[in-house]
């Protein structure tokens, strides 16, 4: 079955830089784009970046743009999400995500917390 699994969230302070790592399996990782959502408590999941396929194209939410970049290794079955100056709203627990055999497949999620 479809597994989605994040890593690499922790607490860092206004600033600083983390890089999530999402390792996929369950399905022809290559041939899918995939995305990262956010969630912080008391709102609805977001998009924040996604990439395709072949990792030649990425789109971003506005509010990360220029901070945020998103990869992907697909010798690996791995996208990563490298993450700079991040802000106190910021903070979220970070999801990966795949639309794949008809459905959408979420990780358990990673959460990433910015404070001082």
């Known amino acids: 079955q479809v597994q989605l699994v994040e890593s690499g969230g922790d607490l860092v302070h206004p600033g600083g830089s983390l890089r999530l790592s999402c390792a996929a399996s369950?399905?022809?990782?290559?041939?899918?784009?995939m995305g990262w959502h956010r969630q912080a408590p008391g709102k609805a999941r977001e998009l924040v970046a996604s990439i395709t396929s072949a990792g030649d194209g990425s789109d971003y939410a506005d509010s990360v743009k220029g901070r945020f970049t998103i990869s992907r290794d697909n010798a690996k079955n791995t996208v990563y999400l490298q993450m700079n100056t991040l802000k106190p709203e910021d903070t979220a627990v970070y999801y990966c995500?795949?639309?794949?055999?008809?459905?959408?497949?979420w990780g358990q999620g990673t959460q990433v917390t910015v404070s001082s």
């Open positions: 369950g399905f022809p990782f290559s041939m899918y784009g």
């Open positions: 995500y795949v639309y794949v055999y008809l459905r959408e497949h």
